[in-house]
């Protein structure tokens, strides 16, 4: 199978750009609703925010009428601004867009595509400063699967405090190779098996869930080919 590959300064520059695109439409402290598929540029679109000072809300592709209604609820909820979407995805959009225009006529649409076509444009990143360790940076929802979908907000300092006590348990630094096939909505994928091993300058190489359900073979064999040093699963991914 193919792979996409982005070094650190593509993944820098990238991010700049979703940055740049993001302060044409929408403020600071504003929640950005990422529906992406699984890939590097998912992060780039992360810290493209991060650097925008707006609200990351990762949510799952709706793939089903019922999704897209989970979807619209987390839009609701959340009082998003904007959705950024990508090219890959935007079959399963129209659905969500005209359910959305008759409840949220002032969102936001935006392609990842599109946000990467912006400048670069480093002085519109260069007065960024560290975020206070309680200003939110994260929006996670839960399942909803018992219930109305519940958002917990993560702030700058949670993620540095998750990332740390990550650090100390697996011991992943610049020269480990971490595999995964986790979604990128989820805590576990998001932060473990994403941004701690991006933020130590690990090398991470993702698969889409769908791959890893339709053969869970093709997790072994990932490990096998990257030569992975960490990966890990809940417990469906090891009875898999």
């Not at 006529?105 to 400048?119: R, V």
């Not at 869970?216 to 064999?221: Q, S």
Request: hydrophobic share 50%.
């Amino acid at each position: 199978e193919s792979a996409e590959l982005r070094t650190f300064i593509e993944l820098q520059d990238r991010a700049r750009r979703v940055a740049t695109a993001l302060a044409q439409q929408v403020h600071a402290g504003d929640r950005v609703m990422l529906l992406l598929s699984p890939g590097a540029d998912f992060f780039a679109a992360v810290w493209g925010c991060l650097l925008a000072n707006v609200v990351v809300v990762p949510a799952a592709v709706p793939r089903l009428d019922a999704q897209v209604d989970f979807v619209c609820k987390i839009i609701a909820d959340s009082g998003a601004a904007l959705v950024l979407t990508d090219l890959l995805v935007t079959d399963c959009m129209s659905a969500l867009r005209e359910k959305m225009s008759q409840t949220a006529s002032t969102l936001g649409w935006l392609t990842l595509e599109q946000a990467l076509l912006a400048n670069a444009d480093v002085s519109a990143t260069a007065d960024w400063k560290e975020p206070a360790a309680s200003a939110p940076a994260l929006l996670q929802y839960t399942s909803g699967s018992t219930g109305m979908p519940k958002g917990v907000i993560v702030t700058h300092g949670n993620l540095a405090a998750s990332i740390d006590l990550m650090l100390g348990v697996a011991a992943i630094d610049a020269d480990s190779t971490v595999v995964s096939w986790l979604p990128l909505f989820h805590n576990m994928g998001f932060i473990s098996f994403g941004l701690l091993p991006l933020c130590v300058g690990a090398r991470l190489v993702l698969m889409p869930t769908e791959s890893f359900m339709l053969n869970p073979a093709r997790w072994v064999k990932a490990i096998s080919r990257f030569r992975g040093t960490h990966s890990g699963a809940p417990n469906i991914g090891y009875e898999s």
